[in-house]
């Protein structure tokens, strides 16, 4: 079986897969200062709950936007599944596809490997919402070729800088509102209009934006925490698909073990 590992700026994702079905899926909150040993303690009990014996993974692939996390996963891997990580975008475990921009390298793994991921499951050009700490808006053209994209802060993130940089105002949940008027009646519905509805109307806008900029028809894919909230109030996602990140490192895997 298949270890992959997405670590991203606020959660590390674990995935198995049995070839390309996804067996168990779990989350922890990303702290690079996290040992090997405490991922281990952590990590061999929910193989244990799934009663799978961690000699059953033969394989491990890894992604990081945090570099100062791979180390102990390295160690992880090494120490307790006897297994040499691939590292996304290096060695065997290159992405292969054509970065069509100014500095190919600055691209983040997590957007590399959605391009992938992204290419291979929906035909044609493909813009790519990933709803993380950031939210980034990707250009995979029909090809496979990434063109760019955008990098805009996550709605909580624009929550955490409402509410930090205002005396007064409360913190709020993330959630849909319950009516669809955007005149809201107290402050609490007023800051949920301003950060919900007005996402929602950035997104909207800045597709429109970039699908006339790509000249040709392009389907929207969103993935991420949020993909499905947000799907709920807008008509412009045309495949909310979750699990796109970690679908895309058994691609990438899979692909390393045929070279």
Request: charged share 25%; hydrophobic share 45%; proline share 4%.
């Amino acid at each position: 079986m298949l270890l992959a590992i997405d670590v991203g700026n606020t959660n590390v994702v674990f995935a198995l897969f049995d070839g390309r079905e996804m067996r168990a899926r779990w989350r922890i909150a990303t702290d690079p200062r996290r040992t090997g040993d405490e991922y281990a303690v952590w990590l061999m009990q929910l193989l244990a709950i799934r009663k799978v014996d961690p000699k059953e993974v033969e394989r491990v692939i890894i992604a990081t936007v945090v570099p100062r996390a791979l180390h102990n996963l390295e160690i992880l891997c090494r120490h307790y599944f006897d297994v040499e990580p691939l590292i996304a975008g290096q060695g065997s475990a290159e992405y292969g596809i054509e970065i069509d921009v100014d500095q190919p390298r600055s691209l983040g793994a997590d957007r590399a490997i959605n391009a992938i991921a992204a290419h291979e499951k929906y035909p044609g050009d493909l813009i790519v919402i990933d709803f993380g700490t950031a939210t980034t808006f990707d250009v995979v053209d029909f090809n496979g070729t990434y063109k760019g994209g955008i990098i805009a802060p996550g709605i909580n993130l624009s929550l955490d800088a409402l509410v930090g940089n205002t005396a007064k105002l409360p913190r709020i949940a993330i959630r849909a509102p319950e009516s669809r008027s955007v005149i809201g009646r107290n402050t609490e519905d007023q800051m949920l209009i301003g950060v919900f509805w007005g996402y929602v109307a950035t997104m909207e806008g800045l597709i429109a934006r970039m699908r006339a900029e790509i000249g040709r028809p392009a389907k929207v894919i969103a993935t991420g925490g949020l993909a499905v909230l947000f799907d709920e109030a807008t008509d412009i996602f045309d495949a909310v698909d979750a699990d796109l990140t970690l679908e895309g490192l058994a691609i990438l895997a899979e692909r390393a073990a045929l070279k």
